[in-house]
């Protein structure tokens, strides 16, 4: 495929963010592509994460949905600890949680 769904999707993301910078906005959230996350069969997926909080790998994603991850991105920014309950991320990712990993309990200068 000359645009797979993921490239789709990581185009929409940047298109958004850069015209929130545009805009005179703070972006929403920091891009990192990555080749595989290991969810084949889960459709587009995406890992949201921050210092000391939960990481959560999403899939089932596409395109359409990119206005609603930012808006998830910005509630999971503003959380203490990484979770935005189910009843306050947008409708169309109610079933996009594939999973969560435990804040990092060591610092990045520690050996694991």
Known sequence: MDCPPGAQLLERLQDLLEAERLAGQEPSA????????????????????????????????GA?????????????????????????RPASLAHMVLGRVPALLYTEQEEP
Request: aromatic share 8%; glycine share 6%; hydrophobic share 45%.
């Open 64 to 88: 359409e949905k990119a206005e609603d991850i930012l808006a998830y991105a910005r509630l999971y920014a503003a959380s203490a600890k990484g979770t935005v309950m189910p009843s306050r």
């Open 30 to 61: 920091t891009l990192r592509p990555v080749a595989c996350l290991a969810a084949c069969d889960r459709g587009c997926t995406a890992a949201i994460a921050m210092p000391e909080r939960w990481t959560w790998l999403l899939g089932h994603l």
